[in-house]
């Protein structure tokens, strides 16, 4: 990301807006770009959604861990994201909510009404206290999955993208570690 010139979001002149979506695909620095947009934020919050279920994934969490440092606050919620977010959101702290990707295959494995969940949680964010950036993957883009449930999964996380793309004031791509914005409606 050191080519890379990051939209101007949290100085004060251009102040976090209540609510940003960061999209990308697999390691295109989509979560490393959201870290950025918080460097000046005296309480970042870091909420969480992996589950830690074997070697690699505890790797990844620690990795992420040691990238952000110490001057974060970890939440770690792989299913309650509404509830979560309406106990911690705050005025005074920003969340960054690192996946929206990884909290739908958690909610998928608990057999969950998908649907919803997406709802609920579209219709909690005008309610939220302080700014919040969501982290999603963009799975769209490949081809279509030769199974039933890596389709619905697909379908879903589209689902899901769109709903926050709509009523988040500001949504930025991000590919080869470059952020690109979408939309800034603030």
Same mark, same amino acid.
Request: charge should be negative; glycine fraction near 8%.
């Given at each position: 990301?050191?080519?890379?010139?990051?939209?101007?979001?949290?100085?004060?002149?251009?102040?976090?807006?209540?609510?940003?979506?960061?999209?990308?695909?697999?390691?295109?620095?989509?979560?490393?770009?959201?870290?950025?947009?918080?460097?000046?934020?005296?309480?970042?919050?870091?909420?969480?959604?992996?589950?830690?279920?074997?070697?690699?994934?505890?790797?990844?969490?620690?990795?992420?861990?040691?990238?952000?440092?110490?001057?974060?606050?970890?939440?770690?919620?792989?299913?309650?994201?509404?509830?979560?977010?309406?106990?911690?959101?705050?005025?005074?702290?920003?969340?960054?909510?690192?996946?929206?990707?990884?909290w739908l295959?958690?909610?998928?494995?608990?057999?969950?009404?998908?649907?919803?969940?997406?709802? !609920? @949680?579209? +219709?909690? $964010?005008?309610?939220?206290?302080?700014? *919040?950036? =969501? %982290? &999603?993957?963009?799975?769209? /883009?490949?081809?279509?999955?030769?199974?039933?449930?890596?389709?619905?999964?697909r379908d879903?996380?589209? !689902? @899901?993208? +769109?709903? $926050?793309?709509a009523r988040?004031?500001? *949504?930025? =791509? %991000? &590919?080869?570690?470059?952020? /690109?914005?979408?939309?800034?409606?603030?």
């Open positions: 990301m050191a080519n890379a010139v990051p939209i101007p979001m949290a100085d004060h002149h251009h102040p976090l807006p209540p609510l940003t979506l960061v999209l990308g695909g697999a390691r295109s620095g989509k979560s490393t770009y959201a870290e950025s947009l918080l460097t000046d934020v005296a309480q970042p919050v870091y909420l969480a959604t992996a589950r830690a279920g074997d070697g690699e994934m505890v790797d990844r969490i620690r990795l992420h861990r040691e990238r952000r440092g110490a001057a974060w606050t970890t939440i770690e919620e792989p299913l309650d994201l509404v509830g979560t977010l309406s106990r911690h959101a705050h005025p005074d702290k920003a969340i960054l909510v690192d996946c929206l990707t990884l295959s958690n909610l998928m494995l608990e057999n969950a009404d998908i649907g919803q969940e997406i709802d !609920r @949680l579209a +219709q909690a $964010l005008p309610g939220l206290k302080g700014p *919040v950036l =969501f %982290v &999603a993957n963009e799975v769209g /883009l490949g081809i279509v999955p030769d199974n039933a449930m890596a389709r619905a999964f879903h996380a589209g !689902r @899901l993208n +769109q709903s $926050l793309a988040c004031q500001r *949504v930025v =791509f %991000v &590919a080869a570690g470059l952020p /690109l914005l979408l939309k800034d409606s603030r």
